[in-house]
């Protein structure tokens, strides 16, 4: 069986400040990772993914994450967040042996910038 | 706009009565999600397809739930005799399929359903 861990249901941050959301994941097989952000009223999109090569992923809107296999990690950071950046995110993965490729997804963690 | 597109964006209903949910996919994908998200929660896999076929289903999915999806293109997800249970956001996702397919899925706005 597969999951995601993401720890913080909530994370309080300040504009212009760095932020890491984590995310934990366990698996048998190797994973296919993806961080997917859903603003107010809107659906999810994805920010970035990792399939193979280079464990650190940028992504869009100023994000990146590191693939962290001995960890089981893919933590998401931004060096200095706006306002903007307030919503939910999730932290995803698919198995990547089989060909279901069904994502299963993190609680998600609730990004709060404030002024 | 060549999105994936949800109907009815709300729906409130009595419990016992039957709702249907349609999505229309982006129109080249021929792979179809169905999630449902409660609050405070992270989307939770019901079921998808490849083309018509119905692949997989979730052992969230009750018999009292069935989806459809019969030209391959829009699909349709019935709840009957609905219960206070089944109030969530129902999102529905596309993405391409086979050698094509790098796991990335496009979501709908979702499809909201209250349960009185």
């Known amino acids: 069986a597969q999951s995601v861990t993401q720890l913080d249901s909530q994370v309080p941050v300040f504009e212009e400040a760095p932020v890491e959301l984590r995310c934990n994941y366990s698996s048998s097989v190797s994973v296919y990772l993806f961080w997917y952000v859903q603003y107010p009223n809107q659906g999810l999109q994805l920010l970035l993914k990792y399939l193979s090569g280079s464990t650190l992923v940028k992504g869009i809107n100023g994000f990146e994450a590191e693939f962290n296999k001995s960890q089981t990690s893919f933590h998401l950071r931004k060096p200095s967040v706006h306002i903007s950046d307030t919503a939910e995110y999730f932290c995803?993965?698919?198995?990547?042996?089989?060909?279901?490729?069904?994502?299963?997804f993190g609680r998600g963690t609730s990004l709060i910038v404030h002024p | 706009d060549t999105g994936v597109s949800q109907n009815p964006r709300h729906k409130i209903t009595k419990r016992g009565q039957n709702v249907t949910f349609r999505c229309d996919p982006i129109?080249?994908?021929?792979?179809l999600y169905w999630y449902r998200q409660t609050l405070g929660q992270g989307p939770e896999f019901l079921t998808y397809?490849?083309?018509?076929?119905?692949?997989?289903k979730s052992r969230l999915l009750s018999d009292r739930f069935s989806a459809e999806r019969p030209k391959g293109s829009f699909s349709t997800l019935e709840i009957q005799r609905t219960e206070q249970g089944d109030s969530a956001m129902y999102l529905c996702?596309?993405?391409?399929?086979?050698?094509?397919?790098?796991?990335?899925?496009?979501f709908g706005e979702g499809s909201r359903l209250t349960v009185l």
């Open positions: 995803a993965l698919i198995s990547s042996s089989g060909g279901s490729y069904i994502p299963t």
């Open positions: 129109s080249e994908h021929n792979r």
């Open positions: 996702a596309s993405s391409l399929g086979g050698s094509l397919n790098t796991g990335e899925l496009f």
């Open positions: 397809f490849q083309n018509e076929a119905q692949l997989e």
